[in-house]
């Protein structure tokens, strides 16, 4: 049978441009017990507040933490209550690390550099960092590059991650 008509896809948090506002599920925002809010940025986000739909997010500019979270909206009327947990969002089955974004912190400062050593160094945070040294980041690149269809990209990173001798 053919597909008749033109899918609607799903847009991602990860996906709004800079200056772009819409409404998260409230579950795309998690709190660790230090109250830092982390948000899973492949999460869907909608324009419109409607059902579930009712946290306001909006894209500050073109870092993967620029975004704004407006907690104070209402919730089946009430005030939505966060979940806490040591590692968020490490419950659930199918999130990627990779997509979780530490918010609400200036990624030069003192602190942001020990948070940034001390979450690489959490079981399951990144696995390709220890057992990859040299290439890790190089990994990740390559991992981005194919899941966005840039195969140009991709061969170079290949390349250069085969260039120091820890060969995919």
Excluded: C
């Amino acid at each position: 049978m053919p597909i008749k008509g033109t899918p609607n896809f799903e847009r991602r948090i990860k996906d709004m441009k800079v200056g772009e506002a819409g409404y998260a599920l409230p579950w795309a925002l998690e709190f660790d017990r230090e109250g830092i809010p982390y948000l899973n940025l492949d999460m869907p986000v909608q324009n419109s507040a409607g059902g579930t739909f009712a946290l306001p997010i909006r894209r500050i500019d073109v870092g993967r933490t620029d975004y704004e979270v407006d907690l104070n909206f209402p919730y089946s009327g009430d005030k939505y209550k966060w979940p806490v947990s040591a590692i968020p969002f490490s419950g659930l089955v199918g999130v990627q690390r990779l997509n979780i974004a530490r918010l609400g912190n200036d990624d030069d400062s003192e602190e942001s550099k020990l948070e940034n050593a001390v979450q690489n160094n959490l079981p399951n945070r990144n696995p390709n960092e220890r057992k990859y040294p040299l290439t890790w980041k190089l990994r990740n690149e390559l991992q981005k590059a194919i899941s966005s269809e840039n195969y140009e990209a991709a061969a170079v990173l290949r390349d250069k991650i085969n260039a120091t001798g820890e060969h995919l």
